[in-house]
């Protein structure tokens, strides 16, 4: 067994037991969906086992690091529905109040059909429930 702080409270857990076994326990605590937990402070995906003596909490749809899951989100639709090939680029240039400002460029053209699409792809991987996993890989293993 180990001994892990959830949300200021002591709990016991199996060693096997994922993060995101111990978001459905507290997820009635929470007005919106559990989407990762900080460990110690540090970001953590839900697929990931709780370790002795550390303290988790939980963040959601409603906190701003789900920001990054919704640009990961965004950016592989974008992708998905104008084609790798036709596009030169995609950044995030700045944050507008609640907004972000997006400049793309290539060989396709901006009309509210594209970002209807691009909205409906998105929509379709959020129902999905397609988990968002982290990977590192070294420069060298990159093209």
Do not use: W
């Not at 919106?32 to 990931?48: D, M, R, Y």
């Not at 920001?67 to 992708?79: E, G, M, N, P």
């Not at 104008?82 to 995609?90: D, R």
């Not at 400049?103 to 129902?127: C, H, N, P």
Request: glycine content about 4%; overall charge negative; charged content about 30%.
């Amino acid at each position: 067994m180990v001994h892990v702080c959830v949300l200021g409270e002591n709990r016991q857990y199996s060693e096997d037991t994922l993060l995101k076994d111990v978001a459905k326990e507290v997820q009635e605590s929470f007005s919106h969906e559990i989407l990762l937990a900080t460990v110690n402070g540090k970001l953590q995906e839900l697929h990931k086992k709780v370790k002795e003596g550390t303290s988790v909490e939980f963040l959601t749809a409603a906190d701003k690091p789900y920001r990054r899951s919704v640009l990961l989100i965004l950016l592989k639709a974008f992708y998905e529905v104008i084609g790798a090939e036709h596009i030169q680029k995609v950044s995030v240039e700045y944050a507008i109040a609640n907004g972000l400002f997006i400049e793309s460029a290539g060989s396709f053209e901006k009309t509210q059909e594209l970002v209807d699409r691009i909205k409906a792809k998105m929509r379709e991987y959020v129902a999905a429930e397609i988990p968002i996993m982290k990977r590192n890989v070294t420069t060298d293993d990159v093209d």
